[in-house]
């Protein structure tokens, strides 16, 4: 079992039961995953996904392997069929089988690189895991999609809505540098298998790709999109479209999710899966108001990576 996207989890409200199941008792588990090997592999920086998916393996009494591929490894060649005399010291082609050697499941986190929308929409460093790792892999956000951090918010949603379909807004926010759109992509495919009411809203020219936006409304005014919101999620993301693909349009911090637009809301929770630039994506006074989910968003990374671990232990 590899766990990439949302329909490797199954039916959501299963997942969820399972995951709230785990949260009640999260060491309920622990010989599932004893002494069973975790990998995680790190192209990109990371504070949450480490930290939570490193805990959810403990709690299941999983050993624990990082690495950090920028910081002590070899630099690796990614493309296959090149000459190898620059600065790569080692191709992918080898590093994996290797690395899987070592363990018995291994997590990803590598970042679109906006070089070539065909290779970051393929997935080629996440795919050529799955191909010659012969082991289970999970994505810790790789080029298209952040599966545990929609899950987790999928969680967050769940114990904090107060009607059966919730109004869930996801709007664009300004940002200094280009970000990726795995987490406003994959919040959307989380987002299109729930019953909610979901809306984005963004700048004309930030189009998500359509196999994403699926069948959620999309609302070019962010004043309109906000009104009557239970849920306003914040994220900023470089354009798609092309010729455009990975570059800056806007920042145009009326966009800012601020008291005044959590006003236009039925006093909507905030959400943001973190790090956030204050200022930029949202003001201080939201983030801190007791309307702010960001931490309990971010503990509940946490339970979506236990939840996924528990299901790959069990298929072992
Ligand atoms: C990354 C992104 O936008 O994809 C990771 C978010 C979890 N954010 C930054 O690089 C700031
Ligand atoms: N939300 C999230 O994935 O955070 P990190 O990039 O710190 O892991």
């Not at 290797?98 to 996440?126: H, Q, T």
């Not at 693909?245 to 005044?260: C, E, F, H, M, N």
Request: net charge negative; proline share 5%.
């Amino acid at each position: 079992m590899n766990f990439i996207n949302v329909n490797d989890i199954g039916p959501l409200d299963r997942a969820v039961a399972e995951a709230l199941e785990v949260k009640r008792d999260r060491y309920a588990f622990q010989h599932l995953g004893r002494n069973k090997t975790l990998l995680m592999i790190f192209f990109n920086n990371s504070l949450r996904t480490r930290l939570s998916t490193q805990k959810a393996a403990m709690n299941l009494g999983m050993n624990v392997i990082v690495l950090d591929v920028n910081q002590g490894a070899w630099k690796l060649e990614t493309e296959r069929g090149v000459i190898m005399d620059g600065d790569k010291s080692e191709h992918l082609l080898e590093a994996i089988p290797v690395m899987a050697s070592y363990c018995d499941i291994i997590g990803v986190r590598s970042f679109a690189r906006f070089e070539s929308k065909a290779d970051d929409y393929n997935e080629i460093i996440l795919n050529q895991f799955i191909q010659h790792s012969g082991r289970p892999v999970f994505s810790m956000e790789a080029a298209t999609r952040h599966p545990l951090q929609s899950f987790a918010d999928l969680i967050t949603i769940e114990e904090h809505k107060t009607k059966a379909r919730p109004k869930v807004v996801m709007t664009w926010a300004p940002h200094p540098k280009a970000l990726p759109q795995a987490v406003p992509n994959s919040f959307a495919e989380w987002m299109n298998k729930t019953d909610y009411e979901f809306v984005i809203t963004h700048p004309e020219g930030y189009e998500l790709a359509p196999e994403f936006v699926g069948n959620a409304r999309v609302e070019y005014n962010q004043d309109k999109a906000l009104e009557g919101a239970d849920f306003v999620y914040a994220k900023n993301w470089a354009a798609y479209a092309d010729p455009n693909y990975g570059q800056i349009l806007s920042k145009d911090r009326s966009w800012t999710v601020s008291a005044q637009k959590m006003a236009l809301t039925n006093n909507a929770f905030f959400m943001h899966c973190l790090p956030v630039r204050r200022g930029m994506i949202v003001t201080d006074d939201v983030i801190e108001s007791p309307r702010s989910l960001v931490i309990p968003e971010a503990a509940n990374r946490e339970i979506s990576a236990q939840t996924v671990l528990k299901r790959i232990l069990e298929n072992l």
